[in-house]
């Protein structure tokens, strides 16, 4: 089911969701690190001060969204190339050296998925009952409408202009998308329902992602309406994840 709040004009979207998302066991998957104001570079797409999870429609979806920092690029092969060239290696062996420095400075390599990796994440099975709430949805015309009422002008320096059109929604700039979380997460919707996050297509893949806000937990006021299971290891021959893994030009070990 799909409306408009009557009161803030953002456009809505209701449950249920059944979803996946992967994540590291030392949080799980209800329990992401706390962010905090800071460097907005550093922070995902809609995080907010406080603790945002991300869960993807599908099992690919969540893997091409967790992977896309390790995507090898044009301009990454064409260095490794060079690389492998002055060395007398083959590209592999060359990556093989570069991931021992990168594994010892704490930092993992675009093109390059350690098996380090996929032993730190575990496949969760997640479902939020439809009626937990509501979800903003992030393509509404409405809530374009909302954030340029709300936010356009204030957005200025960074987007030089003062409207929200999908282009600002969708942008990589953190400094952006970060602010519009920050004021829909504080937002009261007109049944005084809970707004549960954001719900948004994947920039990756094909398929549907949620992005809820932990405003339960973090103000200590009890457990958010997120149910997971106890998660499954990833195994090395996963083939939703060699897919994605191939797709992306990415080496795993």
């Known amino acids: 089911m799909k409306r408009s709040c009557t009161t803030t004009g953002l456009g809505l979207v209701n449950g249920p969701v059944a979803g996946v998302r992967i994540a590291n066991p030392a949080y799980?998957?209800?329990?992401?690190?706390?962010?905090?104001?800071?460097?907005?570079?550093?922070l995902s797409r809609w995080d907010t001060p406080g603790r945002t999870r991300y869960i993807a429609s599908t099992k690919e979806t969540a893997f091409?969204?967790?992977?896309?920092?390790?995507?090898?690029?044009?301009?990454?092969?064409?260095?490794?190339a060079k690389l492998a060239a002055l060395f007398?290696?083959?590209?592999?062996?060359?990556?093989?050296?570069?991931?021992?420095?990168?594994?010892?400075?704490?930092?993992?390599?675009?093109?390059?998925?350690?098996?380090?990796w996929r032993d730190g994440h575990l496949l969760y099975t997640v479902?939020?009952?439809?009626?937990?709430?509501?979800?903003?949805?992030a393509h509404a015309t409405a809530t374009l409408d909302a954030l340029?009422?709300?936010?356009?002008?204030q957005l200025t320096p960074w987007t030089g202009r003062h409207?929200?059109?999908?282009?600002?929604?969708?942008?990589?700039?953190?400094?952006?998308?970060?602010?519009?979380?920050?004021?829909?997460?504080?937002?009261?919707?007109?049944d005084g329902s809970e707004r549960l996050g954001i719900r948004f297509d994947s920039r990756v893949a094909n398929?549907?992602?949620?992005?809820?806000?932990?405003?339960?937990?973090?103000?200590?006021?009890?457990?958010?309406?997120?149910?997971?299971?106890?998660g499954t290891p990833i195994k090395p021959n996963d083939p939703i994840m060699k897919h994605v893994?191939?797709?992306?030009?990415?080496?795993t070990w």
């Open 28 to 42: 799980g998957p209800t329990a992401p690190p706390e962010r905090i104001n800071g460097d907005r570079a550093s």
């Open 64 to 80: 091409r969204e967790c992977l896309a920092w390790a995507r090898m690029t044009g301009a990454h092969r064409n260095h490794l």
């Open 88 to 116: 007398g290696e083959t590209p592999e062996q060359t990556m093989r050296d570069i991931d021992e420095d990168w594994t010892r400075l704490g930092h993992m390599q675009p093109g390059h998925l350690p098996a380090a």
């Open 127 to 137: 479902n939020v009952p439809a009626d937990a709430g509501w979800w903003i949805d």
């Open 148 to 153: 340029t009422l709300a936010l356009g002008s």
């Open 163 to 190: 409207d929200v059109d999908r282009g600002v929604m969708f942008t990589h700039n953190r400094d952006i998308t970060t602010r519009i979380a920050e004021w829909a997460r504080e937002q009261i919707l007109d």
């Open 207 to 230: 398929g549907s992602c949620w992005a809820p806000w932990m405003r339960r937990a973090d103000a200590k006021l009890g457990s958010d309406p997120v149910k997971t299971d106890h």
């Open 245 to 251: 893994t191939k797709a992306y030009g990415i080496r």
